[in-house]
């Protein structure tokens, strides 16, 4: 980092602070900063200065408060057109971002425009009216030339959301499959930019909705990491697959906010994909892990409950302060430890988690949310252990943990769990390898009542011991299992393979049956 150690005068914010500041935002703040001495034009490592870092770590294209912080870097005399040792710089990020607001105010103030690598026909499209336009393209204007972001003048108008300018240039013959950098296709690009009177249009010219970028997203994938709802909506109305996979995740695990989530899996998405980020979502907890929540916890409470404590009774309230508050903190074990100064785990009980794998959720009908079991951690791990818990997540809030004897509820993990009436039948698991009972599908319930748990007896052709499947509901009484993996046991060695086939559990005539292939 350069220009952060000089000698500062007394009070004078340091470059990474004010460098903090500009990257949250607030023009106020900013604007505060540089009375109290801090440095416009500073430069960190790799040439990062005020106005890259006043365009970068935040949500840019909904900040309300950019065109106001860029003009207080304007009115100070910030350098306008510094370029990283990466290739950025103000103008090309918030062009590629489509704040052409934005791009509009720098290139009034004297930013190098050479940097966008516009043509007259791209520049018109994004900060030009409709006439301009039609006259470029009247005289010839080539239209398939690219800009540093490798994107036609007909991308731009995608991203500017204007359908007049993108309907004179589709009818002037623009190649309406044209993709930029990293193969983004079409559709992306009102998603990104919100420009959902587009996106309808685009859908209604039948462009496909499975067409991926170069790394295999589609956009569907797309508008949920952009959390565009409108978006999610007009994709899932025009047959968009909820489950299609990338980099081994599908929409749903890009899911940020409950509403998202929810809508994927009423679109039937398959709630194994699910995120720990959505899962907190999904429960009325911040997304991400947020360490300030176990604040109220004391070292005594923590010690008293470091690790996992098995129910005496089916089932035991557990309601502990300390698992309380690391189910809404959302942190590793690892982590409480350090902050309570607890003793090793490898010298002894892992310590108790929220942050789990293979743990499943689901929504009761009077809005509580039930979360059993999963595992934390992997098996090399001195935090890793699989639960047998219960979390119910009451709508104001409120939650509350129930415990329960293994032998009557065993350590649970990458199981389904479907509700069914009052109940929720919890099918397959991975478990402690020492605990599986190779051949047969473990099946409990769980009334949602009084949170009792039993197990299911079944005869008929199970899939086996099965873990990581998926589980839907075919009628009142009756599961389909399909997907997943099975673990069979060959004289000593345990093998896995993938689950061939479907199977559907009676739950009311207690029988499982393979359906024909």
């Given amino acids: 980092m350069t220009n952060d150690n000089r000698n500062l005068r007394p009070h004078e914010p340091s470059a990474a602070a004010f460098s903090q500041a500009l990257a949250a935002g607030d023009p106020q703040e900013v604007k505060a900063l540089i009375a109290l001495g801090a440095d416009l034009h500073y430069r960190l490592d790799e040439g990062y200065d005020a106005l890259v870092n006043a365009v970068h770590g935040r949500n840019v294209f909904l900040d309300e408060r950019l065109i106001d912080l860029l003009q207080v870097l304007i009115d100070h005399g910030a350098e306008l057109s510094n370029v990283t040792s990466y290739g950025e710089s103000g103008l090309r990020v918030l062009s590629r971002l489509g704040r052409f607001d934005a791009v509009r105010l720098l290139l009034n103030a004297g930013a190098d425009e050479s940097q966008l690598e516009w043509t007259p026909l791209i520049k018109s499209v994004a900060l030009g009216t409709l006439d301009e336009v039609q006259a470029l393209l009247a005289a010839g204007a080539p239209l398939e030339d690219r800009d540093r972001w490798s994107r036609t003048a007909w991308l731009v108008a995608l991203q500017v959301g204007d359908l007049g300018k993108a309907t004179l240039l589709r009818d002037s013959g623009a190649d309406m499959d044209a993709v930029g950098r990293c193969g983004t296709p079409p559709l992306f690009y009102p998603i990104q930019c919100r420009r959902t009177n587009v996106l309808r249009w685009l859908l209604d010219l039948a462009f496909d909705v499975e067409r991926t970028d170069e790394f295999g997203a589609t956009a569907l994938i797309e508008a949920v990491e952009q959390g565009h709802d409108e978006g999610v909506e007009l994709l899932l109305q025009a047959g968009a697959a909820v489950d299609r996979e990338h980099h081994g995740g599908t929409a749903l695990g890009a899911a940020r906010s409950r509403r998202m989530v929810i809508r994927l899996l009423d679109a039937n998405a398959n709630p194994r994909y699910l995120s720990s980020e959505g899962r907190r979502a999904l429960v009325g907890l911040p997304a991400d892990a947020d360490e300030s929540l176990l604040d109220g916890v004391t070292a005594d409470e923590f010690l008293r409950v470091r690790g996992r404590r098995f129910g005496a ?174 673990l069979t046991l060959e004289g000593d060695e345990e093998k896995q393979s993938g689950n061939v086939g479907a199977f559907v559990l009676d739950i009311e005539r207690g029988v499982w049956r393979k359906l024909p292939a």
């Fill in 313 to 486: 009774s089916n089932p035991e309230r557990m309601d502990e302060r300390f698992w309380l508050g690391m189910i809404r903190s959302g942190i590793t074990g690892y982590q409480a430890n350090e902050r309570f100064k607890g003793p090793s785990s490898f010298r002894g009980q892992p310590v108790w988690c929220a942050q789990r794998f293979g743990q499943s959720t689901t929504l009761l009908p009077d809005g509580r949310v039930v979360q059993i079991a999963g595992e934390h951690e992997d098996h090399y791990d001195p935090d890793f252990c699989i639960y047998n818990d219960v979390f119910v997540h009451d709508p104001d809030g409120t939650i509350h943990v129930y415990g329960y004897p293994p032998h009557v509820f065993p350590p649970t993990d990458f199981h389904t769990a479907t509700l069914i009436g009052d109940a929720i039948y919890i099918v397959g698991s991975l478990g402690y390898s020492t605990q599986r009972m190779h051949g047969r599908t473990p099946v409990y319930r769980l009334d949602t009542q009084s949170w009792r748990i039993r197990p299911v007896q079944a005869s008929g052709t199970d899939p086996g011991w099965i873990n990581g499947h998926r589980a839907t509901q075919l009628s009142i009484h009756e599961i389909r299992v399909s997907e997943g993996r099975v």
